[in-house]
């Protein structure tokens, strides 16, 4: 199974769309941009191996795999991502500001339930992440609407 996180990097946080077999899955927010600095950074773009993990802090959740420079990376819960993240990924509903959104678990546990049922097939799960460029989308959003 793949999941694309496409983001949009913004001074005050990092907004991203999340897509399974290009299908949107939900919004996510992560901290700025800062050369992959520890715990104030979100991380590199690339492709990463997920794997679901168990925490008593963050119950059911995700880590990344293999991620440069950094360690625990997770997919965990968290409404504002300079508040409540270090660096992880927060899978959100619904975008309410840059770096933040709402419903952030019902969104977590609609990812859960896809990789558990992946996990189940046997399946290798892999994030890839990119960017996306904001001007062309409301160019051609304007264009089609």
């Known amino acids: ?6 983001r ?11 897509f399974i077999s290009n299908r949107f899955l939900c ?17 590199p773009e690339g492709q ?8 008593k802090k963050f119950k059911h959740h995700l880590i990344l795999k293999n991620v ?12 504002d991502a300079k508040r409540d993240l270090e660096g992880c990924i927060a899978p959100v509903s619904y975008l309410s500001g ?11 546990q609609k990812l859960l339930s896809l990789v558990y ?3 189940d097939r046997k399946e290798k799960i892999l994030l890839t992440i990119t960017s996306q460029n904001h001007e062309n989308y409301r160019t051609l959003s ?3 609407s």
């Open 117 to 119: 049922q992946a996990k």
């Open 98 to 108: 840059i770096g933040k959104g709402i419903y952030s678990r019902d969104a977590m």
């Open 1 to 6: 199974m793949e999941l694309v996180l496409q």
């Open 68 to 79: 440069d420079d950094r360690s625990l990376i997770l997919f965990h819960p968290a409404n």
């Open 48 to 55: 990463y191996e997920i794997v679901p993990r168990f925490s």
């Open 142 to 144: 304007k264009t089609y």
């Open 27 to 43: 919004h996510t927010i992560e901290l700025p941009w800062r050369n992959n600095t520890r715990n104030i950074s979100c991380i």
């Open 8 to 18: 949009a990097y913004f001074k005050q946080g990092t907004n991203g769309t999340l």
